[in-house]
Nanobody, 119 residues
Framework: QVQLVESGGGLVQAGGSLRLSCAAS????????MAWYRQAAGKQRELVAI???????NYADSVKGRFTISRSYANNTVYLQMNNLKPEDTAIYYC?????????????WGQGTQVTVSS
């Protein structure tokens, strides 16, 4: 298994930036994919951005051009750079990883980090 710990959330004004980090307790090199999801109050959890093992990235239409997902194998960390933030980006952001550890395929989640964007 792997533990995921998010950080970097906080309160920011509209138009500002934040960088979220998700540190994994084990190597992320062999993971199938890592992703960021978010869940706003009263809404379902939604995919924000995903990066595959081959480095392909995909984004929700609502964040394209503003958010960038990246990873560091050296630090076993995935990042989400969020620019030009909008009030509608307010949510709890969760890190997700899918892959094989010790012969078992699993889907893992972090505890979440709150992002609040004020207008």
């Amino acid at each position: 298994q792997v533990q995921l710990v998010e950080s970097g959330g906080g309160l920011v004004q509209a138009g500002g930036s934040l960088r979220l980090s998700c540190a994994a307790s084990r190597s992320i090199f062999n993971l199938e994919a890592m992703a960021w999801y978010r869940q706003a109050a009263g809404k379902q959890r939604e995919l924000v951005a995903i990066i595959s093992s081959g480095g392909t990235t995909n984004y929700a239409d609502s964040v394209k051009g503003r958010f960038t997902i990246s990873r560091s194998y050296a630090n076993n960390t995935v990042y989400l750079q969020m620019n030009n933030l909008k009030p509608e980006d307010t949510a709890i952001y969760y890190c997700n990883a899918e892959g094989w550890y010790s012969g078992t395929f699993g889907r893992y989640w972090g505890q979440g980090t709150q992002v609040t964007v004020s207008s």
